[in-house]
């Protein structure tokens, strides 16, 4: 019995630590002005921690509620003006999806002849869809789902790393110079902030609570529906949906610092000791993985950018193949349009969980 009691006091006491570490590097990295602070921050403090100590904790049975969190602090950013121009990003959707299986197959196959692994490995390693999705698919299909899972987890670092920094430069050759910010440059944001200020706590509270409400209901829907990436889709058109109608959606900025901080945290637990010392065999498979997906990121928003005429931010988001939640929440952060991101890396990660498990097994096939 006192066992038992010892180990649910530990398991306690490193979750709060965890969650301590998250909050400090995301305050540190805030206060640094790093792009995406709070996510990154949160991330590398954690994976430091977790490395040498080996005692980082963050169930992995929270995640939904993280989910659900973020779908609401997205879904709260859709108006009805937001709903007539979801129309126009059919186009440059279609774009994407082709370009993310000419990524898939061209890298996949130089990794295969360069790299050395295996045609299915090097497949799902370099699929644009979910670390825990395409691990686990992986080995359904014969593939090596621990380099799987590292090179997955190379590819979101890598993204989280340097994207950031790069769609800052970017952007501000694209606007001319300005500074991005989401709460500067975000009409929506100042809309939303300016409205906040008119409200009394009280008022404020019953919209945080019938915003977030909306969002559990949905996400709780769409989780027992079994729906990939459900909680954070179904929070995230419940609480639009309550957006849109009543007009009334608050999430305030406290909790949404908070909860990229949360999503940081949960990516920085994927990296432990384990991670870093499997890294030595996959040196050239990595090198090859992180300089294609840069560059099919960037060249896949470019070309979208010029035939559709979509916003080149938005097209650069949504190329971005990192974790739905996670690049939503970073188009958030640095003040992009977050609901046409969504959209798109919705249909993304979709398009990739429905039909790259079976191309993977036609092409593995059709090597032997």
């Known amino acids: 019995m006192m066992d038992m009691s010892t180990q649910i006091w530990e398991f306690v006491l490193y979750f709060i630590v965890t969650l301590i570490v998250a ?35 963050f169930p992995t049975e929270l995640r939904p509620i993280v989910q659900i969190f973020s779908g609401a602090l997205i879904g709260n950013r859709v108006s ?14 279609l774009i994407l999806l082709t370009f993310m299986v000419l990524m898939n ?28 999705d395409m691990s686990l698919l992986s080995e359904e299909l014969g593939a090596n789902p621990t380099y799987v899972s590292l090179l997955q987890l190379l590819r979101i670092i890598t993204i989280y790393t340097f994207m950031p920094a790069i769609i800052h430069r970017l952007y501000k050759r694209v606007r001319g110079g300005a500074e991005q910010s989401s709460e500067k440059n975000n009409p929506k944001v100042q809309q939303n902030t300016q409205t906040a200020a008119e409200l009394t706590q009280k008022e404020k509270t019953v919209r945080l609570l019938s915003t977030l409400g909306c969002g559990f209901v949905g996400g709780l829907i769409f989780y027992i529906l079994d729906v990939t990436g459900g909680p954070m889709l179904g929070s995230m058109l419940g609480t639009a949906l309550f957006n849109i109608f009543t007009g009334k959606g608050y999430f305030p900025k406290t909790i949404r610092n908070y909860t990229q901080i949360t999503s940081g945290a949960f990516l920085g637990m994927r ?64 003040g992009v349009d977050t609901t046409k991101v969504a959209v798109m890396q919705t249909a993304r990660l979709m398009f990739v969980v429905a039909l790259f498990p ?11």
């Open 358 to 368: 079976t191309m993977i097994s036609f092409l593995t096939g059709a090597l032997g």
């Open 80 to 93: 009805k003006k937001d709903v007539k121009e979801l129309k126009i990003i059919i186009f440059p959707t």
């Open 271 to 334: 990296i432990d000791m384990a991670s870093v010392l499997g890294l030595g065999g996959l040196l050239v498979p990595t090198a090859i993985m992180i300089a294609g997906v840069l560059f099919f990121a960037l060249m896949t928003s470019f070309i979208m950018h010029k035939i559709t005429k979509l916003d080149y931010m938005i097209c650069l988001m949504a190329s971005t193949p990192g974790g739905m939640q996670e690049i939503s929440l970073l188009s958030e952060e640095l």
């Open 105 to 132: 197959v061209t890298l996949g196959f130089t990794v295969h002849k360069v790299g050395g692994l295996d045609i299915a490995t090097s497949l799902f390693a370099t699929s644009p869809g979910g670390l825990s």
């Open 23 to 57: 909050i400090a590097g995301g305050v540190i990295a805030r206060k640094l002005k790093v792009p995406a602070g709070g996510m990154l921050g949160a991330m590398v403090a954690v994976a430091a921690f977790n490395i040498i100590t080996g005692k980082g904790l």
